[in-house]
């Protein structure tokens, strides 16, 4: 069972920026496409953004696109979500997830029905 493990959350002004860690410590992650999703009290689980385990290619909400990066290091085994001009409407909890291999269907990246393996979740929160 892949297991996964967000860090870098925390309290950050609007405008501010903070960067958002997802790690295995036990599993290779390059052959798996990692996606970042978020969820505000009262709301249902978006898609933020994902990487490709292909190609490498990238994917992002309209409303975080422009602001948010996200990356991957597979020398640490690691898949980062850069977040920077953050906003109230950011806040919430941010999960990283991961399927084996990759989508042909570029619309499946943002939807956390096609992920198999979550993590915890790590609190995110813009306020002034």
């Known amino acids: 069972q892949l297991h996964l493990v967000e860090s870098g959350g925390g309290l950050v002004q609007p405008g501010g920026s903070l960067r958002l860690s997802c790690a295995s410590s036990?599993?290779?992650?390059?052959?798996?496409?990692i996606g970042w999703f978020r969820q505000a009290p009262g709301k249902e689980r978006e898609g933020v953004s994902s990487?490709?385990?292909?190609?490498?290619?990238?994917y992002y909400s309209e409303s975080v696109k422009g602001r948010f990066t996200i990356s991957r290091d597979n020398a640490k085994n690691t898949i980062y979500l850069q977040m920077n001009s953050l906003k109230a409407d950011d806040t919430g909890v941010y999960y990283c997830?991961?399927?084996?291999?990759?989508?042909?269907?570029?619309?499946?990246?943002?939807?956390?029905?096609?992920?198999?393996?979550w993590g915890q979740g790590t609190q995110v929160t813009v306020s002034s």
């Open positions: 997830a991961a399927v084996l291999g990759f989508f042909t269907d570029e619309a499946r990246y943002l939807r956390n029905q096609d992920y198999d393996y």
């Open positions: 036990r599993f290779n992650l390059d052959p798996y496409s």
């Open positions: 990487i490709s385990m292909h190609d490498g290619s990238t």
